[in-house]
C-alpha cells in the first residue's frame, strides 16, 4: 500500500476517534491497527524510563498486562541499539531487514518521550507517513498519561520515595522551546530527589526559568521545594515580576514552612531581545556559555540570602541584567551537581560540568541528549549513589530558528 494523503488523513483520524474513550492499555493496540492500516506488518510504542536509560515497550497490546517477558527482553537500551539512537538524535532510524523496521521518535513538542517502533514497512518512501503516526501516538501518549497509572509505571524500575513522587507532580516537561528558545532539565536521583526542583515556561515572549535547592532531603524538603514552584507559578501567571515572585516565595516559606529554607535564581529570558533577568537567592552562579567556552565572570553578581528568612518579603531585592548573543546558553545548576565527590574525594567541579556539557554539544547532539549524558557521567562520578539532589538546567536563546 502507498501511504498517501488520503490514506494517511483517514487512517490518523480513525485513530484519534478511537483514542477518545478509550483505555490507556488500549493505545498500543490502536497504533498498532493503525499501522497495519498503512501496510504495515506492526507497530510497538515504547517509553522512556525516568533516567532516560531504557526505551520501556507499552503494556497492553497482544493480551499483554505488563511488559514483555519477564526478564524485559523486550526493553531498548537507550546508548546501545538503533532505537536508543532514534531517541537521542531525534532522527529517525531505519534498518533494511527483512522486514525492514523504523524506529520513529515520539516528541511532544520538543519533549523526547520515547519511540515508534514499525515493522515491516511497505515502501521506503512512506518515512513521511510513519512520522506523522508517531506524531499522534506521542500526543495520545502524553494526554493519556495525566490520568493513567499505567503509562506512569511504564517509565519507572523502581518506586519512588513519597517526596520525589511528590516533586515530580508538580515538575514540568524536561524540554520546552519554541523557535527562538529552548530550556532542558535534568533531575537526580530520580526515584530520591528531596529539595531540589525546576520550572520552565514560556508566555508572552518570555521564556521563564527557575532553579530551587531546599534544605535536606526529606519530605519536608520536598514540600518546601513544591510551595515555592506553586508560589511561583501563581505569581507569575498574575502578571507579578521576578522581584514579587521572590517576594511570593519568601513570605509562603515563612509563613506555612517556617523552619525550611531554599536557595533559588528565577529568570526571565526575552526571545525578541536576548535580554536575560535574574535574581539569585544565595545559589551558585549561573554560567554563560558562548560557543564552546564559559564567558568568566559574566553571571558574577553578589547574592542575595536564602529565601525563607523573612528578608527578602521587606523590599524588592536587585534584579541583574545581561544582553545575550545569538547561539548563547544560559547554565543553572544546584551544588549537588559540583559538589559531588568520587570514592577517592574529587570533587565533579564545575570545570568538569562545562566541559563535559561544551563537548557534547559541539558534537552535534541536542541540548536534552547533551544534559542526559552529563547527568549519567556525574551520576558515575559517585559511583550512582548521589549524597545530595543534583539538578542542571540550560536554556538557549536561538533567534535565527535553530530550535526550529
Known sequence: MTCD?????????????????????????????AARDLGAAAARVYLVDVQQRHLVPLPGQDGQDGQDGE????V??????????????????VSAGPPPVGWFPLVDGVERIGVLRVVGMPEPGTVGCWEALAALAALLVVSKSA???????????????????????????RTIGTRDVTSSAVLEPAYDVGGDA??????????????????????????????ALAACRSTRRAG????????????????????????AVVADLDAATGELAWINCGHPTPLLIRGRHVVAGAMQRRAELPLGLGFHDRGPQPVHHIRLQPGDRVLVYTDGVTDARSATGETFGEERLTDTLVRHMASGE???????????????HQDHRLRDDATIVLAE????????
Open 5 to 33: 494523503e488520503t490514506v494517511l488523513g483517514g487512517t490518523l483520524a480513525r485513530l484519534l476517534m478511537r483514542s477518545r474513550a478509550s483505555r490507556p492499555q488500549d493505545l498500543p493496540g490502536l497504533v498498532d491497527a
Open 71 to 74: 526478564d524485559g527482553e523486550d
Open 76 to 93: 531498548e537500551d537507550v546508548e546501545a541499539t538503533l532505537a536508543g539512537r532514534a531517541y537521542r538524535l531525534q532522527r529517525t532510524q
Open 147 to 173: 490520568f493513567s497509572d499505567v503509562l506512569v509505571r511504564t517509565t519507572r524500575d523502581r518506586p519512588m520515595s513519597l517526596q520525589a513522587e511528590l516533586l515530580w507532580a508538580f515538575l514540568p516537561p
Open 198 to 227: 525546576f520550572d520552565h515556561s514560556v508566555a508572552g515572549g518570555r521564556l521563564h526559568l527557575s532553579v530551587f535547592d531546599a534544605m535536606g532531603h526529606d519530605l519536608a524538603s520536598g514540600g518546601a521545594s513544591s510551595v
Open 240 to 263: 507579578g515580576d521576578l522581584a514579587a515572585i521572590a517576594q511570593a516565595i519568601d513570605r509562603t516559606l515563612g509563613r506555612w514552612i517556617p523552619d525550611r529554607l531554599l536557595t
Open 366 to 380: 541536542p541540548a536534552p541528549e547533551a544534559l542526559r549524558r552529563l547527568i549519567h557521567a556525574l551520576l558515575a
Open 397 to 404: 536563546w536561538h533567534p535565527d530558528g535553530r530550535g526550529e
